[in-house]
């Protein structure tokens, strides 16, 4: 616990896959910055909080791991950086402004991050080898308990996003198959999604958007639809694709009395 910044100089190690647990009490800001890639602990509850220790504060958060990592708890309203050499879960919830995840392992490491309790304003996640210089296939899951902005996910497996408001996008998704449930909308029209499959549940407000392509246009890609439903009243449906759309025997693409293009 530190009144200030919280940084190091050398690897921190547990031998017995211990917890790792830093917190800033601060009324300005005061980072957590915990970035040397020998760091090994087993778990990591990581909070910025104000000098009462009442509430979050700002401060970003930064944490590298060289194996797989659980996260007890992470909370600020800064900004949360998240590296690892292995699986990244969790079994508490992340608190934050944008959560920047990266698994670097040449055997996939997956990123699950279900939590109920997340609650971010936008993800930046990817699976990639341990030099960092490639996507890999490792699946992708995160669920927040509000909406959430897409700032960039790459994997080259599946992606499943679920939020409890709205999903939009600033940057590019790239996997095999998409699925999201969203509550408010889920918006990907950013123009440089690369995906091959789509899966949308979407309920109470909003359309369901999706704008994807193909790596090197003018090479077209196919996209596969699964089950697309927008629930809500009014409810619109948009797919664009350059190249093939196709929909398997029994897949339904519906919308409750809005429109399908």
Do not use: W
Request: charged share 5%; aromatic share 4%.
């Amino acid at each position: 616990t530190a009144g200030g910044n919280i940084t190091q100089t050398g690897s921190l190690i547990s031998s017995n896959a211990g917890l790792l647990t830093a917190k800033t009490l601060s009324a300005g800001t005061a980072n957590i910055t915990l970035s040397d890639s020998g760091n090994a602990f087993a778990n990591v509850d990581l909070r910025a909080r104000n000098a009462g220790d009442s509430a979050n504060a700002n401060g970003a958060i930064t944490y590298r791991d060289t194996d797989a990592l659980v996260v007890s708890t992470i909370g600020t309203t800064g900004n949360v950086t998240l590296t690892t050499g292995g699986a990244l879960t969790q079994s508490g919830a992340i608190v934050g402004g944008l959560l920047t995840a990266t698994t670097l392992n040449n055997t996939p490491a997956v990123i699950t991050l279900t939590n109920a309790g997340n609650d971010v304003t936008g993800i930046n996640l990817s699976t990639r080898n341990a030099a960092n210089s490639a996507n890999v296939a490792a699946a992708i899951q995160y669920l927040d308990a509000n909406g959430f902005d897409v700032a960039g996910i790459n994997t080259t497996s599946t992606v499943n996003l679920t939020s409890g408001g709205a999903i939009t996008d600033s940057g590019s998704i790239n996997g095999t198959t998409l699925t999201t449930s969203s509550v408010s909308g889920t918006i990907l029209d950013f123009n440089f999604h690369h995906v091959t499959g789509f899966i949308a549940t979407n309920t109470t407000s909003g359309d369901i958007v999706l704008a994807n392509q193909s790596d090197a246009l003018p090479t077209l890609n196919t996209l596969t639809l699964g089950n697309v439903s927008n629930n809500a009243v009014g409810g619109n449906v948009s797919l664009t694709n350059y190249g093939a759309i196709t929909l398997p025997i029994a897949t339904n693409v519906y919308s409750s009395g809005g429109s399908l293009d």
